[in-house]
């Protein structure tokens, strides 16, 4: 129908093309096309648990090949179904595995994708499921009540002194494991040292029980200082990546950009994390010395102070025969150090030599 002044009505629009019920529209945005699993957190609580697990590897590979651990006299200290080395030969490779069992639990929130935002609640999950893991192995071990030495009250103090290192030792790779998981490349790096310390120590353990070997090569111990090395030298490299140059530095428009870190807080976390790959062997060796000396001590006050205090020498000689042992053939831990030293100096100057061809690209 026209108007009464001769003008076309104007055409109708034309209507967009209804879409089948259950097919969308168009392609869904970006947020809805991300796996949703890496973004949950839930599956940290179970790789946690299973990381925790894991760090038992050592000792699981050692018990299934040697025998029993028990006496014919004493049957109940039969370990050869026991989660945990509860026997007092056996104490530097409990602190081994609880350390690096907190160390691998510590790292499970890495699963999730969104951790920047959600690390308190990540970190409240692995630690739940790290006691669980702990709770689970010190029952299954206590369960057929092993003597583990003692008499009368000191039976008592025995088993509280095993579950005790059982918790502290999981607690503090728990931390190492967190810091490395959920902290920038700074504290990543400082973290990352002695973590990567005791994992070598945890590596050698591992390989001499599945060689069924009671002496270690020679050649084990530098070789396996030179790895953990390399790995924290890595480490070091990625702080020089994620220096901010302050004004020149150009604002990031994703909020999961790569955080990055002042010159000052990287010199620090290269001083800390070579520090601690000195610190950490030396602490080793003064544990080592320590639950070695256990044996034959009475649990006592005066005996418990002397023991320590005599560990404190120990760590302190070792730190100085680590630093002085220069020659043909260095310590480990001195192989440690100068590895991540050259490691992680060529690769920060291989790093800071492509940044600025990189950083001309326009971002994805």
Known sequence: MTSTTGASAPPPRPRP????????????????????????????????????????????????GGGTFG???????????????????????????????????GLAPAWCTARRYRRPLLAAIAT???????????????????????????????????VALTVAGSLTGLVLGLVVSLAGPALRAVAAAPAVV??????????????????????LPTVLAAVSGALVGLLLASTVRGVSTGNNAEPTATPTATPTATPT???????????????????????????????????????????LTDSVQVFRGSVSSTLTAWGPLPSPALVGLLVAVIVGGAVAVWVRRTLPAASGRPSD
Not at 136 to 160: I, N
């Open 17 to 64: 093309a209804e879409q089948p019920a259950g097919q969308p529209a168009g392609p869904p945005p970006p947020e809805q096309r991300r796996q949703p699993l890496r973004a949950s957190a839930w599956p940290v609580l179970p790789l946690a648990v299973l990381g925790w697990f894991a760090g038992l590897l050592p000792w699981l590979v050692r018990r299934s």
């Open 265 to 307: 807080a990287t010199v620090a976390a290269w001083l800390c994390a070579l520090g601690l790959l000195v610190l950490t062997s030396a602490a080793l060796t003064a544990a080592r010395y320590v639950l070695e000396a256990l044996r034959g001590t009475s649990v006592r006050r005066a005996e418990v102070q002397e023991l």
């Open 198 to 219: 005791v994992g070598a120590d945890w590596l050698g353990q591992l390989l001499l029980g599945a060689l069924h070997t009671s002496p270690p090569p020679s050649w």
């Open 128 to 162: 739940f499921g790290s006691l669980l893991a702990v709770a689970a192995a010190v029952a299954q071990t206590m369960a057929p009540d092993p003597d583990l030495g003692g008499s009368g009250t000191t039976a008592e103090q025995v088993r509280l002194a095993l």
């Open 71 to 105: 006496t014919p006299w004493n049957p109940r200290n039969d370990l050869r179904e026991a989660l945990l080395p509860y026997q007092y030969q056996l104490l530097t490779l409990l602190l081994a595995v609880t350390v690096m069992a907190g160390v691998l639990a």
